[in-house]
């Protein structure tokens, strides 16, 4: 995540699926996000956020496996955060 805050450090919005419901919610950037968030945050496994200044977009696919194990598939995209490697 330092990475990707290095290359990008503008705010960003965060959308769940309660987003519809609730709205986005603006954080000021990458590093207020607690990396060791709970996988049972919500049912669906999907966050997804959005720098405010509409470059880049990150995208966390999280479950727990049936043998317990929690796995996170991370996705990229954006002019900064594209090629960024974490």
């Known amino acids: 995540m330092e990475n990707l805050k290095d290359a990008n450090s503008s705010p960003i919005y965060v959308f769940s699926p309660r987003t519809a419901d609730c709205g986005a919610f603006l954080l000021s950037s990458l590093g207020e996000i607690n990396r060791d968030f709970d996988f049972t945050l ?21 479950f727990v496996s049936p043998a317990g194990e929690q796995r996170l598939k991370i996705e990229t995209q954006g002019v900064n955060w594209g090629g960024v490697a974490y």
């Open 42 to 62: 919500n049912s669906e496994g999907i966050l997804a956020f959005l720098t405010k200044d509409v470059e880049d977009r990150l995208l966390l696919d999280f």
